[in-house]
């Protein structure tokens, strides 16, 4: 399964961006959908997540109250970033996966990644 993110960019600190990714066909219902963010030198990091089934969605403390994470039709999901700062500069992932966790060993599909750049 190919995922493809898309809609990274450079923005300016409190600015806002929506990174969209695709899937090949329709996301079934048991799918967790998430995104996950990898600056230079560090690890990759859970950010948001969706149960496709239910709408459900969890994210992670740094970016609570700024990213939304929501479906938008029956094979994307987006994810609507906002009040960004710099140190939300990284590559961003979006993945698929079956299990309700932030830990990216769980997600089995991963998109390319799009490069998201917030200047001070």
């Known amino acids: 399964v190919q995922l493809q993110a898309s809609g990274g960019g450079l923005v300016q600190a409190g600015g806002s961006l929506k990174l969209s990714c695709t899937t090949p066909?329709?996301?079934?219902?048991?799918?967790?959908m998430a995104w996950f963010r990898q600056a230079p030198g560090k690890e990759r990091e859970f950010v948001s997540r969706?149960?496709?089934?239910?709408?459900?969605t969890e994210s992670a403390d740094s970016v609570k109250g700024r990213f939304t994470i929501s479906k938008d039709n029956y094979n994307t999901v987006s994810l609507q970033m906002s009040s960004l700062r710099p140190e939300d500069t990284a590559v961003y992932y979006c993945?698929?996966?079956?299990?309700?966790?932030?830990?990216?060993?769980?997600?089995?599909?991963w998109g390319q990644g799009t490069q998201v750049t917030v200047s001070s």
């Open positions: 993945a698929r996966g079956i299990q309700w966790s932030g830990d990216r060993r769980d997600y089995n599909y």
């Open positions: 066909g329709r996301i079934y219902s048991s799918a967790v």
């Open positions: 969706i149960r496709w089934s239910t709408g459900r």
